[in-house]
């Protein structure tokens, strides 16, 4: 069975602490994304990779940055954690191919930044 | 930014009956996708249409899309208790490139 394997379920975290999220795929998807999830804002793009290396930012970037060394692995990172990043973080990949085919998602992060 | 927007924002049904939520959405696209997403579990997709494709169908999943009204419909007939969860829209703008989320349907089916 396909999936994507987020590495925490619960996870929390210290204000300023340096906070790394990991998100594996074992489908050999180009694409790679990292959305979080707010109550009434939806699901918003943080950051997303089309191919390794390689990285384009989304909608709400600041405070995070990523890093996609293998194919397979794509790593959301917070570089000095704050309380408003309080949220569930989800990584999904495609297929190559812009969002032509369905994403599949990860269960989620729900991180805690107290 | 969110380009879809589902309508009603919750929805409580009885097991047995169907369940309709609505999208619509601002700018023209490429294809419409409907997801679900069990409480505090990630998104799992369920249906893609293309705006060349007016109706598809998934098992007991109904979609149509309408783009000259810049909607859609994602009907579940016969709803069972384990079709609670949130359903969301995403679209892919004509020109863009990223999957766009509206805010979801929660819905709620009482065995």
């Known amino acids: 069975d396909v999936k994507v394997t987020q590495s925490s379920r619960y996870l929390v975290k210290r204000t300023g602490e340096k906070v790394f999220l990991e998100c594996v795929q074992d489908m050999d998807h180009e694409n790679m994304f990292w959305y979080r999830q707010d109550p009434g804002l939806g699901l918003r793009l943080i950051y997303f990779s089309y191919d390794v290396k390689m990285k384009e930012k989304g909608d709400i970037p600041e405070g995070y940055s990523v890093s996609r060394e293998k194919k397979e692995r794509f790593s959301l990172i917070l570089e000095s954690a704050s309380t408003n990043q309080t949220s569930m973080y989800l990584c999904a990949s495609s297929r190559e191919g812009w969002a032509t085919y369905g994403y599949t998602f990860g269960s989620g992060t729900r991180l805690t930044v107290v | 930014s969110q380009q879809g927007e589902e309508d009603p924002q919750a929805l409580s049904i009885q097991e047995g009956e169907n369940a309709t939520m609505n999208c619509s959405y601002k700018t023209s696209i490429n294809n419409l996708q409907w997801y679900r997403q069990n409480s505090g579990r990630g998104l799992v997709h369920l249906i893609l249409?293309?705006?060349?494709?007016r109706e598809k169908h998934s098992g007991r999943l109904r979609v149509t899309l309408d783009t000259s009204k810049k909607s859609s419909s994602l009907l579940i007939t016969a709803s069972r208790a384990a079709d609670t969860a949130s359903y969301f829209c995403?679209?892919?703008?004509?020109?863009?490139?990223?999957?766009?989320f509206g805010a979801g349907t929660i819905l709620r089916v009482k065995s």
């Open positions: 249409i293309r705006s060349n494709e």
């Open positions: 995403a679209t892919v703008p004509r020109y863009g490139n990223k999957l766009v």
